[in-house]
């Protein structure tokens, strides 16, 4: 931060969780926020502010509490649109998370668009949630699913992509703005022109990025976006897919039943306007009215300075891990090039003992294959052990960790 | 116990030196199963001879409980009847290595390799022994084992 550590003081007393203790009376050191966040107090008291004080449903009745529920619920999708940069707010679709968008871009779109022989691509390193989707798809419509590759360095390999595009059959791009794994950011401008010079759609998977910089979908040019509010200080259950209108105007509803119609009849229906055309059901009111406090808790400390913040700790974690004997980091060391993700491998000491041995000093790392095999398999490892950094997280804790490896080595007798 | 005291010994060594570690190439049975959580992977290959398992090799990527476990379970098979080895319990596994308290995010570490070998003797069984209604129990145990 830009105030360095008080700021960042700060900033860890929002975090009641920050708080507490684990195991033997141990601080929790909290690096597991590729995989979800913490949640500051502004976005525990929103939700729990709307549930005491407001909650109605929503978009029908006339009361005065339907009325409020209504607003603090389409506010949070103007807060968002402004956060991504999306001028026209009907573009944004509250979701589950990032996985229900891109299934419901599969569904609604792929279902109508896709046919026999045409060609989905996606890259090596995305999220099981950007392949199966996809894989289904594919599949049932007979077409193909290729994948760009990934080079030694955790970058995706474009010449892959131009080869693809050559054949006229690709319909849709699927890629990841930040690998979960390698922390890898695309080169999703380079990947977005072949794209639009072919004439193809992109999704870009925005769930790792979104929290960690400024991301500007309007500036990107891309067809879909999708990203998750629990990533990013937000509660679990809610995210975001945007799509163009004029492409979310050529599909088909997901799911069908309240909120989403216009008209009803025995044999036939109208659909709402958008965004409820895709809204379908009482929504989860409650976590976007918490996400929305989430994206002015992230506004007001400013997604620049978070980024930086990041780059510091990831420049000072590569450095101290890397001094770690035995211990192999997988992914660019290009800091410009990746986020706040570190993938390791320590000797050959699996993952999970790893992470075992150090959650006793009150560290939380992730260990296992992230939901990405695709990629453990082009690593040729069965898992690694991920440290993600946030807002949160300090050089202090960076430090822990490498000691917690020492202790790592000792038990193994590195 | 503290969970870092998983790490005993015996582990460690274990798992740095599997016992029976490798492939039978004229098996008379084999079973592959991974957990799909954590990415233990382990397959069991198995020679019975007279009824009885005369030889046993697993092979496969696990953390050091699974490997542990894993070789631990390959030698109390070895040489033993198939009912004596259809009849081996977790606790036998467990046991041996003092994981009694293991938590439950890692029994499936531990308990990977026995759901593989009693999937593997069930195919034999189910191969060699026709109309055994009991072959069926296998099969559900070896499902449920964790």
Request: net charge negative.
């Given at each position: 931060?830009?105030?360095?550590?008080?700021?960042?003081?700060?900033?860890?007393?929002?975090?009641?969780?920050?708080?507490?203790?684990?195991?033997?009376?141990?601080?929790?050191?909290?690096?597991?926020?590729?995989?979800?966040?913490?949640k500051?107090?502004q976005v525990i008291d929103a939700i729990n502010d709307y549930y005491r004080n407001h909650n109605a449903n929503i978009h029908r009745a006339v009361y005065a509490l339907a009325e409020e529920a209504t607003e603090l619920y389409e506010k949070a999708r103007d807060k968002i649109a402004n956060f991504i940069n999306i001028k026209n707010r009907d573009e944004i679709i509250f979701v589950r998370g990032t996985t229900e968008a891109i299934n419901l871009v599969a569904y609604s779109w792929g279902r109508s668009?896709?046919?026999?022989?045409?060609?989905?691509?996606?890259?090596?390193?995305?999220?099981?949630?950007?392949?199966?989707p996809?894989?289904?798809?594919?599949?049932?419509?007979?077409?193909?699913?290729?994948?760009?590759?990934?080079?030694?360095?955790?970058?995706?390999?474009?010449?892959?992509?131009?080869?693809?595009?050559?054949?006229?059959?690709?319909?849709?791009?699927?890629?990841?703005?930040?690998?979960?794994?390698?922390?890898?950011?695309?080169?999703?401008?380079?990947?977005?022109?072949?794209?639009?010079?072919?004439?193809?759609?992109?999704?870009?998977?925005g769930a790792?990025?979104v929290?960690?910089?400024?991301?500007?979908v309007?500036?990107?040019?891309?067809?879909f976006f999708a990203f998750s509010g629990h990533k990013m200080l937000g509660p679990t259950g809610i995210g975001v897919l945007w799509a163009r209108k004029s492409v979310l105007e050529t599909m088909v509803p997901f799911h069908g039943g309240g909120d989403m119609i216009r008209e009803v009849h025995k044999y036939e229906t109208t659909w709402n306007d958008l965004p409820y055309k895709f809204e379908a059901g009482t929504p989860n009111i409650a976590d976007v009215v918490g996400f929305g406090a989430a994206i002015d808790y992230l506004s007001?400390?400013?997604?620049?300075?978070?980024?930086?913040?990041?780059?510091?700790?990831?420049?000072?974690?590569?450095?101290?891990?890397?001094?770690?004997?035995?211990?192999?980091?997988?992914?660019?060391?290009?800091?410009?090039?990746?986020?706040?993700?570190?993938?390791?491998?320590?000797?050959?000491?699996?993952?999970?003992?790893?992470?075992?041995?150090?959650?006793?000093?009150?560290?939380?790392?992730?260990?296992?294959?992230?939901?990405?095999?695709?990629?453990?398999?082009?690593?040729?490892?069965?898992?690694?052990?991920?440290?993600?950094?946030?807002?949160?997280?300090?050089?202090?804790?960076?430090?822990?960790?490498?000691?917690?490896?020492?202790?790592?080595?000792?038990?193994?007798?590195? | 116990?503290?969970?870092?005291?998983?790490?005993?010994?015996?582990?460690?060594?274990?798992?740095?030196?599997?016992?029976?570690?490798?492939?039978?190439?004229?098996?008379?049975?084999?079973?592959?199963?991974?957990?799909?959580?954590?990415?233990?992977?382990?397959?069991?290959?198995?020679?019975?001879?007279?009824?009885?398992?005369?030889?046993?090799?697993?092979?496969?990527?696990?953390?050091?409980?699974?490997?542990?476990?894993?070789?631990?379970?390959?030698?109390?098979?070895?040489?033993?009847?198939?009912?004596?080895?259809?009849?081996?319990?977790?606790?036998?596994?467990?046991?041996?290595?003092?994981?009694?308290?293991?938590?439950?995010?890692?029994?499936?570490?531990?308990?990977?390799?026995?759901?593989?070998?009693?999937?593997?003797?069930?195919?034999?069984?189910?191969?060699?022994?026709?109309?055994?209604?009991?072959?069926?129990?296998?099969?559900?145990?070896?499902?449920?084992?964790?």
């Open positions: 931060m830009q105030s360095a550590q008080t700021s960042l003081e700060n900033i860890r007393k929002d975090f009641p969780i920050l708080q507490r203790t684990v195991r033997e009376n141990k601080p929790l050191v909290y690096l597991d926020n590729a995989s979800t966040t913490q500051p107090n668009h896709i046919k026999e022989g045409d060609i989905v691509v996606t890259t090596e390193y995305e999220h099981h949630s950007n392949i199966v996809w894989q289904l798809l594919t599949q049932e419509k007979e077409a193909n699913l290729e994948y760009i590759g990934m080079d030694d360095n955790g970058e995706l390999i474009l010449d892959d992509l131009d080869k693809y595009l050559e054949t006229g059959k690709v319909k849709l791009v699927a890629f990841s703005l930040m690998s979960n794994v390698l922390g890898t950011i695309s080169d999703v401008e380079a990947i977005i022109t072949k794209c639009k010079k072919a004439g193809v759609l992109t999704l870009v998977d790792q990025a929290p960690h910089m400024k991301v500007d309007e500036k990107l040019g891309c067809d007001k400390i400013g997604m620049d300075n978070i980024r930086q913040h990041e780059i510091e700790l990831t420049k000072y974690a590569l450095t101290k891990l890397s001094a770690v004997k035995g211990l192999h980091i997988y992914g660019t060391k290009d800091i410009s090039k990746r986020g706040g993700v570190i993938s390791f491998n320590f000797a050959d000491v699996h993952p999970h003992d790893v992470a075992q041995i150090i959650d006793e000093e009150g560290i939380a790392i992730r260990s296992g294959h992230h939901c990405a095999q695709v990629l453990m398999e082009r690593l040729n490892v069965a898992a690694t052990s991920r440290a993600s950094f946030y807002i949160y997280n300090t050089k202090e804790e960076i430090d822990k960790l490498v000691d917690s490896l020492n202790k790592v080595a000792r038990i193994f007798k590195l | 116990m503290s969970n870092a005291d998983i790490y005993h010994e015996m582990i460690i060594d274990y798992s740095r030196n599997p016992i029976n570690y490798g492939k039978i190439k004229d098996h008379d049975t084999t079973f592959h199963d991974s957990n799909p959580l954590c990415g233990d992977s382990i397959d069991i290959d198995m020679k019975i001879d007279d009824g009885k398992v005369s030889d046993i090799k697993f092979h496969g990527k696990g953390c050091a409980i699974c490997m542990a476990c894993s070789s631990v379970l390959t030698e109390i098979a070895k040489g033993k009847s198939i009912d004596e080895v259809r009849n081996i319990t977790k606790n036998d596994i467990l046991g041996e290595l003092g994981l009694e308290n293991l938590q439950a995010v890692r029994i499936k570490c531990a308990l990977l390799s026995l759901k593989v070998l009693k999937f593997a003797l069930y195919s034999y069984l189910g191969k060699h022994l026709e109309n055994n209604p009991d072959v069926d129990k296998l099969k559900e145990e070896a499902a449920n084992l964790y």
